[in-house]
């Protein structure tokens, strides 16, 4: 009897028995204006990111991050009060039964926004429980990893003012960064960025969705002498897919978007438009590792390459990395261009040259920093 209740024992599954919200505002420079208007209405002081943090009764502890920036709040109250409670008692390994599961209970309230975010925040933090078990970074569970080191872009907030475009792009290569992402809307900045940078410099321009078809096909024509590697959501609204179609096929510059996708049908839907060149999910924001390891087969299947969308700097970005260093065929990572305070993560997911180390510690390959999360936390 007592070797029956031991064996019991030794394979009754591990249970989450808590999750955990953690609101970090971390002070940051940028090189310059921080007009983040583009992104919720509100220029950011602080760059804020919502943590999650999971404990398992086998004293594993994972960690997520939940998208994101002005709708934290909201996202918070998803996790708290009504992702949380289908989640506690489960077991932390069975993620893809316990997410489609969590996807169908709470899908009546919405298939994007702030309930898939904290899906996104808790399943990144079980795959980081999950690599932790297993003694094997998140990478290795996904596939292997390609490469020790991938390549990044440096992702730079929208400054406006030519002058200043233009010296964050040299600051940008001074580090060792060989690909550029602006965030300007105005032909006069993108000029200033080509000119610094030569001709040899990968550029991309997100634009955040402000143009009718008309108007984007109006900007692409204005903007195609400046050889951009791609023109990023172009038309409103996000959704748009056909509209991004006509974009890509009549405008001349290669198409990127799915930032904004929050299922895998909104991929499927961008895909059958014929709509991107380059998909943009986010782990934060569409479901985490466990959808966007998906979203690498549908694109596979369509020829189009991923390029993750990571502008953050906590256990989403750490997710991205290991999904590229595993499923990625010319993926780049996205590097949000700012100078934190005080990084999670000590040096690793911070570029060098250009590329970032893949991390080969178990799960994500590290916790945030204690000290950085007591100093930083509001609330
Ligand atoms: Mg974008």
Not at 66 to 75: C, D, E, R, S, V
Not at 124 to 144: C, E, M, S, T
Not at 340 to 346: D, I, N, Q, V
Request: aromatic share 8%.
């Amino acid at each position: 009897m007592q070797v029956i209740l031991a064996l019991a024992s030794e394979f009754a599954p591990m249970k989450i028995t808590a999750i955990e919200t953690i609101l970090l505002r971390v002070p940051y420079s940028a090189g310059g204006s921080k007009d983040a208007h583009a992104w919720g209405g509100a220029a950011w002081s602080t760059a804020d990111a919502l943590l999650v943090k999971v404990t398992t009764d086998a004293g594993l502890v994972g960690w997520g991050e939940a998208f994101g920036y002005n709708a934290i709040p909201a996202t918070r109250v998803a996790i708290d009060q009504i992702i949380a409670p289908l989640c506690i008692g489960r077991d932390p390994l069975g993620i893809e039964a316990l997410m489609q599961e969590c996807q169908q209970k709470l899908h009546i309230f919405g298939r994007g926004g702030p309930l898939i975010f904290g899906l996104s925040g808790v399943d990144i933090a079980l795959w980081d429980i999950a690599g932790k078990a297993a003694g094997q970074p998140l990478h290795v569970l996904l596939g292997g990893c390609r490469t020790p080191r991938l390549p990044c872009y440096a992702s730079l907030i929208r400054y406006t003012d030519p002058a200043v475009v233009a010296a964050n792009v040299e600051r940008a290569l001074a580090q060792g960064f060989v690909h550029v992402k602006l965030h300007e809307i105005e032909v006069a900045p993108i000029r200033a960025a080509r000119e610094a940078a030569g001709d040899e410099v990968g550029i991309m321009l997100d634009v955040n969705c402000p143009w009718s078809v008309r108007e984007a096909l109006d900007m692409a024509a204005r903007l195609e002498e400046f050889n951009l590697r791609w023109l990023e959501e172009p038309v409103w609204p996000p959704e748009n897919a056909q509209g991004l179609a006509d974009v890509r096929a009549l405008g001349g510059i290669p198409v990127a978007a799915g930032e904004n996708c929050a299922t895998l049908h909104d991929f499927q839907h961008l895909f059958e438009a014929q709509a991107v060149d380059f998909v943009q999910p986010s782990p934060t924001k569409m479901g985490g590792v466990s959808e966007l390891r998906k979203v690498f087969a549908l694109a596979a299947a369509q020829n189009v390459t991923v390029m993750p969308h990571s502008f953050y700097d906590g256990p989403g970005l750490l997710a991205a990395i290991h999904l590229n260093a595993a499923l990625g065929r010319g993926s780049l990572v996205e590097w949000r261009f700012f100078d934190l305070e005080a990084p999670l993560f000590g040096e690793m997911g911070i570029p060098r040259d250009g590329s970032i180390a893949v991390p080969q510690g178990p799960g994500l390959g590290a916790d945030p920093d204690p000290a950085v999360i007591a100093r930083y936390r509001a609330g």
